[in-house]
């Protein structure tokens, strides 16, 4: 009998519980129960409300900026849109976003144009740089992006050395090809000499040796 009365009085506080919290999230309907100090029962399984939003930036594992998603309720309103990471995804917002998108391609087509064109030039160009090198080669000092920018800057191309796609700076004579990313979908290549102090002294006395002959 006693058993019969628990699970009535169960029943019930589950019933009262529902019928106040049918519009709200598990996790408040769980704080609504414990904050009325109702004996423990199941868990109350209530339909998790959503809403589209217009992400304002990349979201890690849920969208890109501009994507338009849907996400629980409450993750939207009390983290998402706070923070300004999100918009709410209404028909005018949508427009604007197409808008802003259309621009965008146009803008990307132009910037690739350029970068093609200016990709084009840059593959024939080769740079020289002379250092002081060890027998094996191995130089004293080395040659950076920065190097590489200020050469390119000598012959007319001024580009930002964070596009030069050199790892580590060269430390060794001889010849590299290295990469500059002119666009995300475009990259030139051009040839990048490193000559020995000696070498280099030698070459230029052969050169007078072959003129004066």
């Not at 309907?29 to 100090?37: Q, S, T, V």
């Not at 339909?47 to 501009?66: A, C, Q, S, T």
């Not at 990471?85 to 087509?109: D, G, L, P």
Request: hydrophobic share 45%.
């Amino acid at each position: 009998m006693l058993r019969d009365r628990a699970d009535s009085t169960s029943f019930e506080i589950r019933a009262a519980a529902g019928s106040k919290i049918a519009d709200k999230t598990p996790q408040i309907a769980e704080l609504w129960i414990a904050n009325k100090g109702l004996a423990p029962a199941p868990p109350v399984h209530i339909g998790e409300i959503h809403m589209e939003v217009i992400l304002k930036e990349d979201v890690p594992n849920l969208g890109l900026r501009g994507d338009v998603v849907k996400v629980a309720e409450g993750y939207g309103r009390n983290f998402l849109l706070p923070r300004k990471m999100a918009m709410q995804a209404t028909a005018a917002n949508k427009a604007v976003i197409e808008q802003m998108k259309a621009s965008a391609a146009r803008r990307s087509a132009s910037e690739k144009a350029v970068a093609e064109d200016l990709a084009a030039k840059l593959t024939p160009v080769e740079l020289s740089f002379t250092r002081k090198s060890g027998e094996a080669g191995h130089l004293f000092g080395s040659v950076t992006s920065a190097d590489i920018a200020a050469e390119l800057a000598s012959k007319g191309f001024e580009i930002d050395r964070r596009k030069i796609q050199l790892s580590d700076p060269l430390k060794s004579v001889g010849e590299t090809t290295i990469g500059i990313r002119l666009h995300r979908e475009v990259t030139a290549h051009i040839k990048v000499n490193v000559v020995a102090e000696a070498q280099e002294e030698a070459a230029e006395e052969a050169k007078a040796e072959a003129a004066v002959e």
